[in-house]
């Protein structure tokens, strides 16, 4: 019943959504391809405004009931086939509706896993929800305040209409990311032209394989950073014919991606990069001499907006709170090297050896499409006598991949912790970021050169023929049929994988704990204090996961975990909490539970009052 409830309400949330895309559609002229990212990127930045200004659930009822009042006059009017109508049904359409559909069902009762939910991305979407507002100052159960709350607001959205839990997350940030490719294929004139489809599909299925460190089941955004940037593009480009059009449709987009994380600045700026390359070309290619360049100038600064407030935000909020890729601008003067030069010399040998490492998936995707873009290249070039842009397109990629490593390089000297700087905490997922969005230009560049090599162009109206021979529509039919496969057989991969993830998930430290603690939904706890025993077989106290994924389940702000113990001190620490939680029944703490409170000492929470009563806990 409680998930036919959460079905029926994403239905709801997708309706407003749709009432919504058939006035951006209808009335803004917002190409369809574009329409989706347009509309959850601009939802996204609402919700974010909206959290600045302290009136979070009052915007978020307004702005899904906004899209069903939209829906239904246009429904009554008679004008919602101006967005939708039968012409608009694509093979391509139907497959992103399918995919979406069998990722969705997947993602919607799967569970956070990776460390990274819990120490921060979960937790804050979590607080929001609970609280209806955004962190401030007094949060302490949020650790790193200084990240901005982009795709969190979104989330919170989605949350709030839709209900509470970790697979509604996953799948509001499902329809970000599915947005996102919707718009990537607006680098496809032909929308009819199946093959087309079919090779940038099998490109974007490419990133799901490159992406297994980062993987959509858990709300990590380093894979929503490059799809979000992947999106700017193939917004200016299926708008094709209005560059007002393709600023206004690219807007809201580059704000929130700048939004995202800190990081995201350096993908919002590949976007500006473009924006200003498509500016160039709409100029040279108009006779009245319209101000496209200054037109593009003006996106740029109010996409820049969201950022300036949240630095704002931030300065006044948490004057002195400073988190890993926090920005500072302030105390940039003053800055200071908190390591020594052994330590960088350390370092950065450990980047550079890892940086080239094939063991490594980021540069093995790195090596592997930069040889597939150079073959295909030059037998278009030499075989076909082609005059392809993809090998230019590599080289700028190719300086864009350098100067990101060079930026992650001197994050790690300059504001990661040492303890995590010396062992090059994140690089993966890091440098994931970017090869993702260096194969999604790559498909992207590849499927655009193959659609201008077509000895038949065609337009709107369809020719009658479509081919130059018959040799060559059977080869066009195979290649289709290749490609649709590969590119089904990665998804499929990346599904099992998924569901593979769920059902070991009752073996993971998060379910572990969730069975003990339940997951509360309540008001942030910052009182009680909880102790949680381990006997760290996997890690989990030392990596301090435990504390954190304690945190998310109890939502509260003060857990530690202990692995080691004697029985003349641990009373000693143990009075100084609240609660003693018993992950994993040792032989020792049975024997210490035994010996104190005369109880078996099994897994569960203890009241540290009533359980030890030698134990004099001082006053609050």
């Not at 950073?225 to 209005?242: D, T």
């Not at 960088?344 to 940086?355: D, E």
């Amino acid at each position: 019943m409680t998930m036919l409830l959460t079905i029926l309400r994403l239905t709801a949330f997708l309706l407003s959504a749709t009432g919504y895309v058939a006035v951006a559609r209808a009335y803004w002229r917002i190409t369809p391809r574009a329409s989706y990212i347009f509309v959850f990127s601009a939802q996204a930045l609402v919700m974010y405004f909206a959290g600045l200004a302290g009136v979070l659930v009052y915007a978020a009822y307004a702005l899904f009931g906004g899209g069903i009042v939209l829906l239904v006059a246009l429904i009554l009017n008679k004008k919602i086939k101006l967005a939708y109508n039968i012409s608009s049904l694509s093979a391509i359409g139907l497959a992103f509706v399918a995919v979406f559909g069998a990722i969705t069902a997947s993602l919607i009762d799967t569970f956070f896993v990776h460390y990274d939910n819990f120490s921060h991305w979960a937790v804050v979407v979590k607080y929001m929800l609970v609280t209806d507002r955004i962190p401030d100052a007094a949060s302490a159960i949020i650790d790193f305040k200084s990240y901005p709350l982009g795709s969190s607001s979104f989330l919170y959205y989605v949350g709030r209409i839709v209900g509470n839990g970790e697979g509604i997350m996953l799948a509001g940030q499902a329809i970000l990311l599915f947005a996102s490719f919707y718009a990537v294929f607006g680098a496809i004139r032909d929308q009819k032209r199946f093959l087309l489809a079919a090779l940038l599909g099998l490109g974007c299925s490419a990133m799901a394989y490159f992406n297994i460190s980062i993987r959509i089941n858990n709300l990590l955004v380093d894979f929503l950073l490059p799809v979000l940037a992947l999106a700017v593009i193939g917004v200016l480009l299926v708008e094709r014919k209005r560059f007002s059009t393709a600023c206004l449709a690219c807007l809201p987009v580059l704000g929130l991606l700048a939004i995202v994380k800190n990081t995201g600045i350096f993908f919002a700026l590949l976007g500006y990069v473009f924006l200003l390359y498509r500016s160039v070309q709409f100029q040279r290619a108009d006779l009245k001499l319209r101000p496209f360049f200054w037109g593009a100038l003006g996106t740029i600064v109010l996409s820049l907006l969201p950022l300036i407030l949240w630095n704002v935000h931030t300065s006044l909020a948490f004057p002195v709170d400073a988190g890993k890729f926090s920005y500072d601008f302030q105390t940039l003067s003053s800055f200071s090297i908190d390591k020594t030069p052994e330590q960088i010399r350390y370092i950065v040998q450990l980047f550079l050896y890892t940086a080239t490492s094939l063991s490594q998936l980021p540069t093995l995707g790195f090596v592997l499409f930069n040889a597939i873009a150079v073959v295909v290249y030059l037998v278009a070039r030499f075989v076909f006598h082609k005059r392809w842009k993809l090998l230019v397109t590599l080289l700028i990629m190719d300086a864009a991949v350098v100067l990101y490593y060079g930026g992650i390089l001197a994050m790690y000297i300059l504001s990661m912790p040492l303890d995590e700087a010396m062992r090059l905490a994140g690089f993966d997922r890091y440098a994931s970021s970017m090869i993702l969005f260096l194969i999604g230009v790559v498909s992207m560049r590849l499927t655009m050169d193959v659609e201008n090599s077509f000895y038949q162009q065609q337009g709107e109206r369809r020719d009658y023929r479509a081919f130059k021979s018959l040799a060559a529509k059977n080869t066009y039919q195979a290649a289709t049929v290749v490609f649709s496969i590969a590119a089904g057989l990665m998804l499929l991969s990346e599904l099992n994988g998924m569901n593979s993830s769920k059902a070991a998930y009752p073996e993971t430290l998060p379910a572990r704990v969730a069975a003990i603690t339940g997951d509360n939904w309540h008001a942030p706890d910052n009182d009680t204090r909880y102790l949680f025993y381990s006997s760290d077989k996997d890690n989990e106290v030392s990596s301090y996961e435990l504390p954190y994924v304690g945190r998310y389940f109890l939502f509260v702000s003060q857990v530690d975990a202990v692995r080691d113990f004697s029985d003349e001190t641990f009373m000693g620490q143990i009075q100084t909490y609240d609660k003693f939680v018993i992950l994993e029944s040792t032989p020792a703490i049975q024997a210490y539970m035994k010996k104190h409170a005369n109880l078996p000492g099994e897994a569960g929470i203890y009241d540290v009052r009533e359980t030890f009563p030698e134990a004099v806990i001082p006053e609050k």
